[in-house]
């Protein structure tokens, strides 16, 4: 999805209950320069939408 495109609104099979563990797979590569970025999650919990920002990432070429 590019920047100022809406996503898709789909019904997923999935729930993650409380306790349950939540884990995301990130594969990033970089070719001659450093990146630096923010992860933001959007989500619906409780029927209520909310987002979470983590970062200041980085990747260095290696």
């Given at each position: 999805?590019?920047?100022?495109?809406?996503?898709?609104?789909?019904?997923?099979?999935?729930?993650?209950?409380?306790?349950?563990?939540?884990?995301?797979?990130?594969?990033?590569?970089?070719?001659?320069?450093?990146?630096?970025?923010?992860?933001?999650?959007?989500?619906?919990?409780?029927?209520?939408?909310?987002?979470?920002?983590?970062?200041d990432?980085?990747?260095?070429?290696?």
């Amino acid at each position: 999805m590019r920047p100022g495109e809406d996503a898709a609104t789909s019904t997923s099979p999935y729930r993650v209950r409380r306790g349950d563990p939540e884990v995301f797979e990130i594969g990033l590569v970089t070719e001659g320069r450093d990146c630096r970025f923010a992860l933001v999650v959007d989500r619906v919990a409780n029927g209520e939408q909310k987002s979470t920002t983590a970062g200041d990432f980085r990747v260095v070429p290696r």
